[in-house]
């Protein structure tokens, strides 16, 4: 599976969740994660993937971004 695909089929929930699990002491230790994410609080956390991460965590938020686009408003 491509990572496309997998952007597909990862909505931004998803992928919000995955941040903290994966990324949360290194690059979230500033935010705190909220039981029912919005496209907002996917997005907030977004910069903090990409100035405290790792190029994982900036490839992730991407991925949140892109889930964000295609979420209904």
């Given at each position: ?30 935010c705190?994660?909220?039981?029912e ?18 190029l994982?965590?900036?490839?992730l ?7 964000c ?5």
């Amino acid at each position: 599976m491509t990572n496309e695909t997998t952007d597909v089929l990862e909505d931004y929930v998803t992928l919000y969740r995955r941040a903290f699990e994966q990324f949360g002491a290194r690059a979230l230790w500033s935010c705190k994660a909220v039981p029912e994410p919005t496209p907002e609080d996917a997005l907030a956390i977004t910069r903090s993937l990409r100035v405290e991460g790792n190029l994982a965590a900036r490839r992730l938020a991407e991925q949140i971004e892109k889930a964000c686009r295609r979420a209904p408003h």
